[in-house]
């Protein structure tokens, strides 16, 4: 389910099809060559500065495809107050670029004045829900306009948590009135890594909330899978991608790739594979 433009706001639904992050190494390739895919997403925080390449770039190429931003930096759920400057400079270019669809995790990574270079869980409680929830409504009332919100991988779990990760985050959906982005490789990471049934994670999830799927993928290091973006999807995501699919229904997807970028050919087949699923999924309803 993808909801309709927000009135008066000049954006345009991202298409139910496969779409690549954009990286400075593919700026200029993807500007020659315009090739055919669904839509790009951009990692906010890259362009809060003035000026330079990056604006220049992610300026030229939003003329060419829908574009989503999605956010690494404004640590909503940490316990300290929002950082004012983030989200100032977020409804800047939000405002600039007019996304189709823009994205946090549910996640913090800021406390005491000092930033964390990394995307931590939260506790699964009841606490920890009422607050992640009223911050998300604030951020959405500030930049006037929905968000989705990302399910992280995790490594260690809160001995007091006591709701399990996918409860809790489709509550936060319905308190909020956020959306989900589905990170399908995270589910599949952290049911390795913790013990759960991932297609039971999928079954509980809400489809009305699901507007975006990520895929990537990951390294197995001690018999711990690290979520790590340097990889072509496994073939085991591509399999719950599948089942992801059949649920939620033809559904807007992202092949990630943040380290050890490949030549934008990868890319590109990464998402071809992911278009395919999408097609046999619209002719298998239509």
């Known amino acids: 389910m993808h909801p309709r433009p927000q009135a008066g706001l000049n954006y345009e639904p991202i298409p139910a099809r496969a779409g690549i992050g954009l990286r400075s190494p593919h700026y200029q390739q993807l500007l020659t060559e315009t090739p055919d895919i669904g839509w790009l997403e951009a990692h906010a925080e890259n362009y809060f500065g003035a000026g330079g390449q990056p604006l220049y770039f992610l300026e030229q190429l939003r003329g060419h495809y829908p574009l989503s931003l999605h956010g690494v930096g404004l640590s909503p759920g940490s316990a300290e107050p929002l950082n004012k400057t983030h989200l100032r400079k977020l409804k ?38 009422a607050h992640i929830s009223a911050r998300l409504s604030h951020i959405q009332e500030y930049l006037g306009r929905q968000i989705l919100i990302e399910n ?51 079954t509980a999830i809400d489809t009305r909330h699901v507007q975006e799927i990520h895929l990537a993928g990951f390294d197995e290091r001690e018999k711990i899978l690290i979520d790590t973006h340097s990889k072509r999807v496994d073939a085991a995501v591509w399999d719950l991608y599948r089942k992801a699919i059949d649920r939620f229904g033809a559904t ?16 590109l087949d990464e998402a071809r594979k992911a278009e395919a699923i999408l097609e046999a999924q619209h002719a298998a309803v239509a």
């Not at 807007?252 to 890319?267: F, G, H, K, Q, Y």
């Open 92 to 129: 800047t270019i939000i405002d600039r670029f007019q996304p189709s669809l823009v994205s946090e995790h549910l996640c913090w990574n800021a406390i005491g004045g000092t930033h964390l270079n990394d995307l931590l869980p939260l506790p699964y409680t009841e606490e920890a829900l």
């Open 152 to 202: 992280l991988s995790s490594y260690l779990q809160f001995k007091h948590s006591t709701i399990p990760e996918w409860e809790f985050i489709n509550e936060t959906a319905k308190r909020s009135g956020c959306g989900i982005l589905l990170d399908v490789n995270n589910i599949y990471v952290n049911a390795c890594n913790h013990g759960f049934d991932s297609q039971n994670y999928l």
């Open 252 to 267: 807007p997807t992202l092949i990630e790739w943040d380290t050890d970028i490949p030549a934008l050919s990868v890319l």
